[in-house]
């Protein structure tokens, strides 16, 4: 009894405490909940308006840009300027200045001083142009420079290695074609005649060769005139001197120099489609055939790439319209 009345004293004082303790407990756990929710809100706006604020626009974007391919009726009009990221506008094509001349048919080249030089063309289904014009990459401005003698369409313009523009052939304003060339001095801005070519041409090549004389290839003279006869300009003379002739006439060809320094020539229309090539070296003065190609084109490009192959491509067939096939070159010495 004694011992029971104790027991349940000491039973009662026990549990006095011990119900304290577990109050206070749930006081201080419940105290440290409501602080750390608290806490976890303030952590979580603070994540969301000013750590992740950038990247939150980038998932609305993505997920606008998402919704609009997932479904099948086209997005509201109002979330395609979401789509547009500003990264991809760096990449587009930006307006800069106008040339003083529309023009069409006319050259472009690009000067050792970094200025690009355009000249003559076709404006306007009237006359053909004698304007040239320069542009200067870093202010985006077209400027007027001296005007050409003739006025030129479907002409070459090339860069020679002492820095002067020649500028040959092409039809003139009387639908006349032309065996003049004239010579643009950067430095200057004028242009000077030089010697005339042998040959009136059109639609023909220009190639500066290594050892910096310039080749020019082929052309059309009217009347269903196409050319063989080729001609090399020596810049430090200023004439002309024809070379052997090439073994098919041919206009609106290509001529690529490969890094050996022979001239590749490619198709063209002649008195039929072409799909023959044919090689110069300027070492011999000598034209070889080399590989046709698969298919006859003319208006086509060729491009020599840096591992030494030529690309050729699309251009235009008499059956098969314009093309979209594009072939490679490859130039393999047999000795
Ligand atoms: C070219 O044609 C356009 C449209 O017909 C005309 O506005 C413009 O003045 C013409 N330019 C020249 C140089 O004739
Ligand atoms: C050029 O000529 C064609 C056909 O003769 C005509 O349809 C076109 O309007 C002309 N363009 C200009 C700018 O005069
Ligand atoms: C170029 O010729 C045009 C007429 O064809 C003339 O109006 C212009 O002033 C000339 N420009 C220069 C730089 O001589
Ligand atoms: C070039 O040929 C034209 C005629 O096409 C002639 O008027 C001119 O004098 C010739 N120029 C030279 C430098 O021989
Ligand atoms: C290329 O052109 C040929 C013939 O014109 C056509 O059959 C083919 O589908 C075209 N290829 C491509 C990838 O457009």
Not at 151 to 172: C, M, W, Y
Not at 231 to 242: A, L, Q
Not at 250 to 271: C, E, M, Q
Not at 297 to 314: E, P
Request: proline residues 4%; contains cysteine.
């Amino acid at each position: 009894m004694h011992t029971s009345q104790v027991y349940v004293e000491l039973d009662t004082v026990n549990k006095k405490p011990n119900k304290w303790w577990h109050h206070c407990w749930v006081k201080i756990t419940g105290i440290s909940i409501i602080v750390l929710i608290v806490f976890a809100v303030i952590l979580a706006l603070v994540l969301n308006f000013v750590v992740f604020a950038p990247k939150k626009s980038e998932t609305s974007t993505t997920a606008a840009t998402s919704s609009s391919t997932s479904s099948s009726s086209p997005p509201p009009l109002t979330t395609t300027p979401l789509v547009i990221p500003t990264t991809t506008q760096q990449t587009k094509w930006s307006v800069t200045g106008n040339m003083n001349d529309a023009r069409g048919y006319h050259t472009a080249s690009v000067l050792p001083n970094g200025k690009v030089l355009v000249t003559g063309g076709y404006e306007n289904n009237s006359s053909y142009l004698n304007s040239a014009e320069l542009y200067d990459p870093s202010t985006g401005i077209w400027t007027t420079t001296g005007n050409m003698t003739d006025a030129r369409n479907l002409h070459t313009s090339s860069v020679l290695q002492n820095g002067k523009v020649l500028v040959t052939g092409g039809e003139g304003n009387s639908l006349n074609y032309l065996n003049s060339a004239e010579l643009y001095d950067p430095s200057t801005g004028t242009w000077t005649t030089t010697g005339n070519m042998t040959n009136a041409r059109s639609y023909h090549t220009a190639s500066v060769l290594s050892n910096g004389k310039v080749l020019v290839t082929g052309g059309h003279i009217g009347n269903d005139v196409y050319l063989n006869s080729p001609e090399v300009y020596d810049p430090s003379t200023g004439i002309w001197t024809t070379i052997s002739d090439m073994t098919d006439a041919r206009a609106g060809h290509t001529a690529s120099v490969l890094s050996n320094g022979k001239v590749l020539i490619t198709g063209g229309v002649g008195y039929v489609f072409l799909n023959s090539a044919e090689l110069y070296d300027p070492s011999t003065g000598t034209w070889t055939t080399t590989g046709s190609m698969i298919n006859a084109r003319h208006q086509h490009t060729a491009s020599v790439l840096s591992n030494g192959k030529v690309l050729v491509t699309g251009g235009f067939h008499i059956y098969m319209g314009y093309l979209n096939s594009t072939e490679l070159y490859q130039f393999f010495q047999t000795n």
